[in-house]
């Protein structure tokens, strides 16, 4: 039987009177790539913060590897192997790319409780996981170089790189190909395939081309409700989800 690490169980979540997440439910299998769509302003990234633990949902439950994590904090989240990358930009800009990747593995090992000694033991074995990851990123040509001056796609690269840092079971990626041409985009699509190969991927995307070529599932979120789940074919001839895409994006993937 397949293995469910994340399971979403009727979420809710208002901002002041306006209700965003309407009992959301969602599952996400072991080393699956699961794909979270929906028109602009459904609460696509506002499930994302709430699986997360940026914010507090307001009733229903998040199971993490059978475990509700639904009231932990962020980084106790990110220490049980969930870890995400951010739609907007979150990178050290003045600092390099192989000190912002260090960064990501020195917190994903908790560092900050570390005594100091145990700190220095284990800096090299942080300094090589860093490289690896700038390795597996196609990034080590600009290792040493200031983050604020790479391209746009490398900085987004990075920032995915920040996330698998701490080689999470399972990461959530919040449009990583948004404002990327499409040679761009493949290249991404590429790259997060070879990252993610033994973890599970939640990824919110608006570009169904890259949706359909990445996804083994897709779930179809509508105001703060998920109204489809399935293969890509399946979602695809779901007439409610025709319907909440008035039958374009879907019909002719870009
Ligand atoms: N902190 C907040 N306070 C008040 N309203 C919020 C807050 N965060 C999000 N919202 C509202 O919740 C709704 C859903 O926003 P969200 O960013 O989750 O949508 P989305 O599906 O990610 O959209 P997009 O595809 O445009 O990124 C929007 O109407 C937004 O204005
Ligand atoms: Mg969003």
Redesign the pocket.
């Known amino acids: 039987m397949t293995q469910t690490v994340l399971e979403v169980a009727d979420l809710t979540k208002s ?2 009177r ?1 209700s ?1 997440i309407r009992g959301a439910d969602l599952q996400v299998t072991a080393g699956e790539r699961h794909a979270l769509i ?10 994302f913060h709430l699986i997360s633990g940026r ?1 507090a949902s307001d009733s229903g439950s998040i199971r993490f590897n059978g475990q509700e994590i639904s009231a932990e904090p962020a980084h106790r989240i990110a220490r049980l192997g969930l870890a995400r990358s951010f ?1 907007i930009n979150n990178l050290f800009l003045n600092m390099s790319a192989f000190e912002n990747i260090r960064l990501a593995t020195l917190w994903s090992q908790g560092v900050r409780a570390h005594s100091l000694w145990r700190m220095a033991s284990s800096l090299r074995n942080i300094n090589d996981k860093a490289d690896q990851v700038l390795e597996s990123l196609h990034l080590m040509r600009v290792r040493n170089v200031l983050v604020g001056t790479l391209s746009y796609a490398e900085q987004r690269a990075l920032e995915i790189g920040m996330a698998i840092a701490g080689d999470p079971r399972m990461v959530l990626l919040d ?1 990583p190909t948004a404002g990327m041409s499409k040679a761009e985009t493949e290249r991404m699509l590429a790259l997060i395939r070879s990252v993610t190969i033994g973890r599970s991927l939640l990824v ?1 995307e ?1 570009d169904m081309q890259m949706v359909f070529n990445l996804a083994d599932r897709i779930s179809v ?1 509508v105001y703060g409700k998920v109204i489809a789940t399935g293969t890509p074919q399946e979602v695809r001839s779901n007439p409610q989800v025709q319907e909440a895409y008035l039958g374009s994006a879907l019909g002719d993937p870009k």
């Open positions: 901002f002041g306006a965003i929906g028109p602009n302003g459904a609460g696509k990234s506002t499930l914010i739609q449009e919110i608006h979120l």
